[in-house]
């Protein structure tokens, strides 16, 4: 059975940093693409960066400069670093992957909490 598994969440002032981690484990036979997404209170989901396999990386513009999603291939573990975080990053953050099955799977979420 597939997992991903985040960690790294928390609370932190105002441009303050987190690092979260997302690790896949199961039956994995290929990784198509890995990312972060997040979703506040009231709001929709919406995509904070990801990276595919082969290299392509996309950041929401609100994030870009701020943040930087990298991958450790030998552990399947997709990372993002956060900067200079702001209130408004405050969300929920769930970590997203395509290994090419029927479906994508999501993590569990972690919380993180931007005070001002």
């Known amino acids: 059975q597939v997992q991903l598994v985040e960690s790294g969440g928390g609370l932190v002032q105002a441009g303050g940093s987190l690092t979260l981690a997302c690790a896949a484990s199961?039956?994995?036979?290929?990784?198509?693409?890995m990312g972060w997404y997040r979703q506040a209170p009231g709001k929709q989901r919406e995509l904070v960066a990801d990276?595919?396999?082969?290299?392509?990386?996309t950041y929401r513009d609100s994030v870009k400069g701020r943040f930087t999603i990298s991958r450790d291939n030998a552990k399947n573990t997709v990372y993002l670093q956060m900067n200079s975080l702001k209130p408004e990053d405050t969300a929920v953050y769930y970590c997203?992957?395509?290994?090419?099955?029927?479906?994508?799977?999501w993590g569990q979420g972690t919380q993180v909490t931007v005070s001002s």
């Open positions: 997203n992957a395509d290994f090419g099955f029927s479906h994508p799977y």
């Open positions: 199961g039956s994995i036979f290929r990784i198509n693409a």
């Open positions: 990276i595919r396999s082969g290299g392509s990386i």
